[in-house]
């Protein structure tokens, strides 16, 4: 099965629709149960349920190349908005070219 290169994924929306689902395969892979908001924006994507029972709050960021070419690192500061900080949602960044996921630590 040929994979789907991210110059294929025309808009931000599809980008955005990939990481998510590949975010889903990849959390249900390690146990954890997914409820997946089902409106197209909010502070969230997905509330999630560790296979220890611990709930988090998750939003899924894209990350790839910048306007000039480069690419963007696992950032700690990438993303989050104040509401977002203030209700400790945790970050799940992608990298579409390497098809791999990491969880976003940050310094607050």
Same mark, same amino acid.
């Given at each position: 099965?040929?994979?789907?290169?991210?110059? *294929?994924?025309?808009?931000?929306?599809?980008? &955005?629709?990939?990481?998510?689902?590949?975010?889903? #395969?990849?959390?249900? @892979?390690?146990?954890?149960?997914?409820?997946?908001?089902c409106g197209?924006?909010?502070?969230? *994507?997905?509330?999630?349920?560790?296979?220890? &029972?611990?709930?988090?709050?998750?939003?899924?960021? #894209?990350?790839?190349? @910048?306007?000039?070419?480069?690419?963007?690192?696992?950032?700690?500061?990438?993303?989050?908005?104040?509401?977002?900080?203030?209700?400790?949602v945790?970050?799940?960044?992608?990298r579409?070219?390497?098809?791999?996921?990491k969880?976003?630590?940050?310094?607050?």
């Open positions: 099965m040929k994979h789907i290169s991210i110059e *294929d994924m025309k808009s931000l929306s599809r980008k &955005g629709d990939f990481a998510e689902y590949y975010a889903i #395969t990849w959390l249900w @892979d390690k146990g954890w149960e997914v409820f997946k908001n197209c924006d909010g502070m969230i *994507d997905f509330i999630v349920r560790d296979p220890e &029972g611990n709930i988090e709050l998750v939003d899924v960021k #894209t990350f790839g190349l @910048d306007t000039r070419g480069n690419r963007t690192s696992w950032s700690k500061t990438v993303g989050r908005t104040a509401a977002q900080i203030e209700a400790n945790k970050l799940l960044g992608f579409p070219d390497k098809r791999k996921l969880w976003v630590e940050h310094e607050e």
